[in-house]
């Protein structure tokens, strides 16, 4: 899905990404995104952070939007009222997104 949603409307969140002792960059967040445009020019945050504090903030993302609860209203409502470009990324918003929830 992260491919079509790329093609939909393209980057909405920046890599996460910081410099290791060496000088080189290391990416944090953001491995499939990269992965799927790897010719793009994106948005990518440098963080001042440690590689032990970097594993801490890639642990915490993904957990945290795991525990969040589906609205169903309010997930409805946002899905009626969007316009998409392509007819597979609604069916997928629909079919697969509120099916992840239950």
Same mark, same amino acid.
């Given at each position: 899905m992260q491919a079509v949603l790329q093609q =939909? @409307?393209?980057?909405a969140d920046a890599l $996460? *990404?910081?410099?290791? !002792?060496?000088?080189?960059f290391v +990416? @944090? !967040?953001g491995h499939l995104r990269a992965e799927i445009t #790897?010719?793009?020019d994106v948005p990518v945050l440098i963080l !001042?952070? %440690? =590689?032990?504090e970097a594993d801490k903030i890639l *642990? %915490? +993302? &993904? #957990?945290l939007a795991s525990m969040a =609860? +589906? &609205?169903t209203d309010a997930w409805t409502a946002l899905i009626e009222g969007i316009d998409f470009?392509?007819?597979? $990324?609604r069916v997928r918003w629909t079919s697969n997104v509120t099916s992840s929830w239950q």
């Open positions: =939909e @409307i393209g980057y $996460l *990404a910081r410099q290791d !002792d060496s000088g080189q +990416l @944090i !967040d #790897p010719t793009q !001042d952070v %440690t =590689e032990v *642990a %915490t +993302l &993904d #957990p =609860e +589906l &609205d470009h392509t007819n597979s $990324l």
